[in-house]
Structure formats: C-alpha cells, structure tokens
C-alpha cells in the first residue's frame, strides 16, 4: 500500500507591536474551540505565499504584504498535516469569517490560552527564544 503524502499547512505568524494574531477554531472542526494562528492547507502547485494570501483573504479579509522567514515546522499528531509557522506581514484589519473570534497576544499570553497541539509546541518554542 502506498504510503500516504504529507500535506503542507500554513501558519501565519503575523505580530504587532510585540503582540500575535490567533484564532478559535470552529467548534466542529478539527481541535474545535482551541486557539490557533491562522492560515491552512497549501495546495498543490501553491508556494507558501501563495497560501498565505488566499487562506487570509478568506478567513479574515487581511491582505498579505510579504511573507518573512519559515520558523518552525512540526507535524500534528494523529494525521498527515505538517504545519510551517511562517512570518507574515498584513494590512487591514482582522474580520473573522472562519474563527469564532480573533485576538492578539503577547508571548507570556499564550501559555494562559488554550491552543491547538501544533501551536502550543510553536509557542514553546517562542517563549524558549525569548529567555535565549
């Protein structure tokens, strides 16, 4: 049988003001109610720009200006996704149209919400790269 293919997925690390833009995922979702920085699935044939400026023009009407340094890379457990935390830069302002709400946190924030497995391991290693 043929091993199944990874399919690459799209976080967007957009920070402001030392501050991150998150997500609650949809509760029907996969990880349902749990925050998240934004972004999804890269399809095929898309570089991760390409992803990033459709899947935030969808999900919350942000224009993307340029996409920065690929951070971390991680799998999420129990599937086939490999999630690539990507700094992005945006204009606009943040309308959720998939999320159940939107909100912006600093580094310290993030270890008092509840985040996707993903992103948690992502916001470890942004607090472990903050005290190097």
């Known amino acids: 049988m043929p091993h199944p293919a990874v399919v690459p997925v799209l976080a967007a690390v957009i920070a402001k003001h030392g501050r ?4 609650r995922r949809p509760l029907h979702k996969r990880h349902g ?3 998240e920085f934004p972004g999804g699935k890269v ?3 898309e570089s ?3 992803a990033a400026r459709r899947e935030l023009a969808e999900e919350l009407s942000l224009e993307v200006e340029r996409l920065g340094a690929r951070l971390f890379t991680t799998r999420d457990e129990d599937s086939l996704f490999e999630i690539h ?3 992005v830069v945006v204009s606009g302002d943040a309308v959720p149209h998939e999320h159940t ?5 600093g580094v310290d924030e993030l270890a008092t919400i509840v985040l996707a497995p993903a992103d ?3 916001a470890e290693w942004l607090r472990d790269r903050g005290r190097g």
């Not at 991150?20 to 997500?23: A, K, Q, S």
């Not at 709400?101 to 946190?105: A, L, M, R, S």
């Open 48 to 50: 991760l720009l390409d």
């Open 120 to 122: 948690e391991r992502f």
């Open 101 to 105: 709400e939107v909100g912006w946190f």
């Open 43 to 45: 399809h095929d044939g």
């Open 33 to 35: 109610g749990l925050w």
């Open 85 to 87: 935390f990507a700094e």
């Open 20 to 23: 991150y833009l998150l997500g």
